[in-house]
């Protein structure tokens, strides 16, 4: 993703933090680009978009909320340090906080989930998880309150969302979200890691685009703030 334009994951959805420098309509379009670059990933997300001291008129903010609504994203809040610009998303309904949408209770499917009474304990300790003995194909989704584990390849334009880890025993190109509950030791293992996106907790990661890589198999985790890659080993 262009760095103009950077995500962070938060508990009602994605952070969308637009810098500010440069033309609006030229952040805007960018935005809708990554977004039609990744569909899979954004499809049904909500967003708070941060776009700082920047004025942005109620015309503005109107067409870009059309633009992403077309593409299922929706925008519950634009945080702003400019009062023309926060008026302008007051008018077209919008909160102006986190705050205020950390008030309103988390519409999540992961919230229902929770709800569930747990399993029985087994005498060898373990977590729920899903199995799926093939490939995911393009447009598959998986949604876990436990584990992932895949037998098979993970295609570009699926995308797996589980609050524990995602084990691939194959090549992982979709899009993965491991501990979306916050879990910040979930990992995402695979034979050959190459995600479009991905996703630990909070923290979000793109494959560098190398064709060069030897594939081999890997470990995602979160160290130092950020997602590092290591080896795959026993």
């Known amino acids: 993703m262009d760095d103009s334009i950077t995500l962070k994951g938060i508990k009602q959805g994605l952070l969308v933090t637009m ?13 809708v680009a990554q977004i039609d670059a990744q569909s899979a990933f954004f499809r049904g997300a909500q967003v708070a978009l941060a776009v700082g001291p920047r004025e942005v008129r109620r015309h503005e903010l ?5 633009l992403l609504s ?7 809040a634009v945080l702003s340090e400019d009062a ?7 008018k077209l309904g919008l909160k102006t906080s986190l705050t205020e949408l950390e008030l309103e209770p988390p519409d999540s499917s992961f919230e229902a989930l929770a709800e569930l009474p747990p399993p029985i304990d087994p005498e060898e300790h373990g977590t729920g998880g899903v199995l799926i003995k093939r490939t995911l194909r393009n447009g598959r989704v998986v949604h876990s309150d436990g584990h992932v584990v895949v037998l ?3 295609n570009a334009g699926a995308v797996i969302v ?15 979200h491991a501990g ?3 879990d910040e030791s979930a990992v995402v293992c695979a034979l050959n890691l190459a995600p479009t996106q991905l996703r630990i907790a909070s923290y979000i990661t793109i494959s560098p685009d190398d064709s060069r890589r030897k594939a081999r198999p890997e470990k995602a985790l979160v160290r130092n703030g950020r997602i590092e890659a290591e080896a795959w080993e026993p």
Do not use: F, H, M, Q
């Open 152 to 154: 098979g390849d993970v």
């Open 19 to 31: 810098k500010p420098e440069g033309r609006w309509s030229d952040l805007a379009t960018r935005l």
């Open 70 to 76: 077309a593409r299922d994203v929706s925008v519950l």
């Open 162 to 176: 589980a609050r524990g880890d995602v084990i691939v025993w194959g090549r992982l190109r979709g899009t993965v």
């Open 84 to 90: 023309a610009t926060i008026g302008s998303a007051r």
């Open 62 to 66: 109107a067409n870009l909320l059309k």
């Open 180 to 182: 979306a509950g916050g």
